[in-house]
């Protein structure tokens, strides 16, 4: 009974996460191609507006449209995340699966950088990547990227571990399927709802970095517009001003917490 | 013929099998019985060529597929012999399919595997039912497009045997395949291997540690005991007079063993 209940808990996780999550995805496609005001024009008589009709969520220090360039940071911050999870995805699956299906020396070896990566701070790693590297959206992706391997491979490969030895992997085997063929058509199937939360997470976690990242002056660069540089202007206004830090700040908050549900709710499914 | 041969495998320095030789023909049934533990799993995964790699087969060991060598083989050989020639299905019956084929779709892969001539997609299903309907698989057009969760360990190992089976090789190894299974649907299962042995003259090695399932099926039974075999003969031998202290031990075991199933058959009924 309690279990049934707890069950049902999640699921609403799952359908609010999801919805939240969807219509972050909305905003951000509508960011794209559409914001009530040009984000970028600066206009000195509108200064500092508190929200009201025309400008929903106020106005900044240079007179431009919150609402707008929120839109815009939805639309780049989700950019980031999604090549950033893309990037490192795909690579940690890839390691994860080999290493962990094929065992060995290179397993070792691999993972020991894992380990040894994962050790750092990730926040410290891509301040590094990026100082290196310098500032802007392709850079950051590159280093966030990096940065997500780590974790993807650690994951995937325990999976593969858990599964190569498995009755219908053998049977597979004895039926004479290639590794490659079991590795993908055989097993890959079977780790995918890991890897759809290890994904979420993954999403959550590089609109987190962005933020952190363009907040500390090394993310985004102006005039480009993302939910962290935002944050990052508006903490000198934060009580002449407050709704300028409060709006992209809210926005963030419930971006991550769409994505924490969901993958709260994939979990228990 | 297979013939097992002094076959000897060590983990390290621990020995899990020693100086184990068995003979198995077609159209037969050989029975290995012995207490979990005693090596009757190592022994169907070495000839198999499926002991992990830490394990190590030592020098002298020999197994033979009507007269040809087994061990060293490279992996590409092996792997066409026991495709073709072997097959194996395990005592798990939940573990053995992948949870996320369709059964129809397993069953074609393994047809595929086997590189088998495919001229067609119809031909695929048709074969496919055709080793479902052998297999006595209840409703197989149904069957065919469900996942392995939707179906009773009963049937889940009925489809491992039509799996096995679809190529005709000429052995079958089936280790401890109704143990998971409730008396009467192992009873089945046991019929089903059996019709298939005599329909398409296989050789079967069935292994388990329940000796009561070997009368009247197996025409000859081995005994293992901490990786040896400690007694070899046919089942009346075994039965009517065990040499082995352990054997008698075995005989004696199965009335309560029994007890125990029916009792978790009852719960568990489904
Ligand atoms: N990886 C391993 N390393 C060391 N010993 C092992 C390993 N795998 C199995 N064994 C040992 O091999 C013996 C035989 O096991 P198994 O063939 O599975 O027994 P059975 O199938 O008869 O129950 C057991 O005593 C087990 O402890
Ligand atoms: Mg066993």
């Known amino acids: ?269 | 013929m297979l013939e097992i041969d002094n076959l000897t495998v060590e983990f390290g320095t621990k020995k899990v099998l020693d100086g184990v030789s068995l003979t198995a023909e077609k159209g037969k049934v050989l029975g290995i019985v012995g207490e979990s533990g005693s090596g009757k799993t190592m022994t169907a995964l070495a000839v198999m060529g499926l002991l992990s790699p830490d394990a190590r087969v030592a020098e002298g060991s020999s197994i033979q597929l009507d007269g040809k060598e087994l061990i060293g083989l490279p992996e590409k050989k092996l792997a066409a012999i026991r495709g073709n020639d072997i097959a194996m299905i395990f005592q798990e019956p939940m573990t053995s399919l992948n949870p996320t084929m369709r059964i129809g779709r397993q069953l074609e892969e393994a047809l595929r595997l086997h590189g088998q001539k495919i001229p067609s997609k119809s031909w695929l299903r048709e074969k496919v039912m055709e080793a479902l309907k052998e297999a006595c698989l209840p409703e197989p057009e149904k069957q065919y497009d469900r996942y392995p969760h939707e179906l009773s360990g009963g049937m889940r190992q009925r489809v491992m045997i039509a799996m096995g089976t679809i190529c005709r090789p000429d052995y079958l190894l089936c280790d401890e395949p109704t143990t998971a299974l409730d008396v009467t649907t192992e009873k089945g299962i046991l019929e089903l291997i059996n019709r298939i042995r005599t329909e398409h003259n296989m050789g079967i090695i069935f292994i388990t540690h329940d000796l009561k399932l070997l009368r009247g099926f197996a025409d000859k039974v081995a005994v293992m005991c901490k990786g040896k075999v400690v007694e070899q003969g046919s089942v009346e031998q075994i039965f009517n007079a065990p040499v082995e202290e352990y054997t008698r031990r075995l005989i004696a075991s199965i009335p309560d063993r029994q007890h125990r199933r029916n009792v978790k058959a009852a719960g568990a009924e489904k």
């Open chain 1, 1 to 269: 009974m309690a279990e049934k209940r707890t069950k049902v808990k999640k699921n609403i996780y799952f359908r609010v996460g999801l919805g939240i999550t969807l219509f972050f995805v909305v905003l951000m496609f509508v960011g794209l191609i559409y914001t009530p005001y040009d984000p970028n024009a600066m206009n000195s008589s509108e200064k500092f507006l508190a929200p009201c009709l025309s400008h929903p969520m106020g106005t900044d220090n240079f007179g431009r449209d919150i609402f707008s360039r929120v839109l815009k940071g939805i639309s780049m911050t989700g950019l980031v995340a999604v090549s950033t999870v893309a990037i490192g995805g795909t690579i940690g699956t890839i390691i994860g699966a080999l290493t962990g299906f094929y065992g060995g020396i290179v397993d070792e070896i691999v993972m020991r950088i894992n380990d040894t990566l994962n050790g750092f701070p990730s926040i410290l790693l891509a301040l590094v990547i990026v100082s290196i590297l310098g500032p802007g959206k392709y850079n950051v992706i590159l280093a966030l990227g990096i940065l997500f391997i780590p974790s993807f491979a650690r994951i995937v490969r325990s999976e593969y571990i858990n599964y190569k030895n498995r009755d219908f992997v053998k049977s597979a085997r004895l039926m004479g399927a290639g590794s490659l063929r079991i590795i993908f058509l055989h097993i890959f199937p079977n780790i995918l709802p890991t890897l759809l939360v290890t994904i979420t997470i993954g999403f959550n976690n590089a609109v987190l970095a962005e933020a952190g990242l363009s907040y500390l002056g090394i993310g985004i660069q102006p005039p480009d517009a993302s939910l962290g540089s935002m944050l990052s202007d508006a903490q000198s206004y934060l009580f002449s001003a407050p709704w300028y830090a409060v709006m992209p700040g809210m926005t963030i908050v419930l971006f991550v917490l769409g994505f924490s549900l969901l993958s709260e709710g994939i979990c228990s499914k």
